[in-house]
């Protein structure tokens, strides 16, 4: 690329110069035999997300919108979630012949998420207030 932007039309419809990718090992470069054209081959699958990368939302009954759980509570609903999913899986993915799944309290001890449900359940106002 250009060293100074100063030098760079905005306006211009000509491609801008491309600096060569460093350290991209997963790439493969082919030259096409028509119009010199090179095919970039790249990885078609991203790799799985670690416990500690993941984050539940829940979605507030009063304004309808998603909010992100803190990362320690998301960490404990996603080691659960987990859990649940490997137990399931031993039992030839029936939910129904398991105990049901331990409660996971969150958000300062204000609701208890029920995995099993996918439900965020208030504590203190059961009645009043579930998030979803």
């Not at 609903?77 to 999913?85: A, D, N, S, T, V």
Request: net charge negative.
């Amino acid at each position: 690329m250009s060293g100074n932007l100063r030098d760079v039309d905005p306006f211009s419809e000509l491609p801008m110069e491309q600096d060569p990718c460093e350290g991209d090992d997963e790439a493969i470069i082919e030259e096409s035999p028509k119009d010199n054209v090179e095919i970039v081959n790249e990885v078609a699958y991203a790799e799985p997300l670690t416990a500690e990368e993941i984050r539940w939302f829940y979605k507030d009954g009063v304004d309808k919108r998603w909010n992100e759980f803190g990362g320690y509570d998301s960490l404990r609903i996603e080691k659960i979630y987990q859990e649940r999913q490997s137990l399931i899986s031993e039992n030839n993915d029936e939910p129904n012949g398991l105990p049901p799944a331990e409660k996971i309290v969150v958000r300062g001890g204000m609701y208890d998420i029920e995995i099993d449900n996918m439900k965020c359940v208030s504590l203190y106002w059961p009645e009043s207030t579930q998030l979803a």
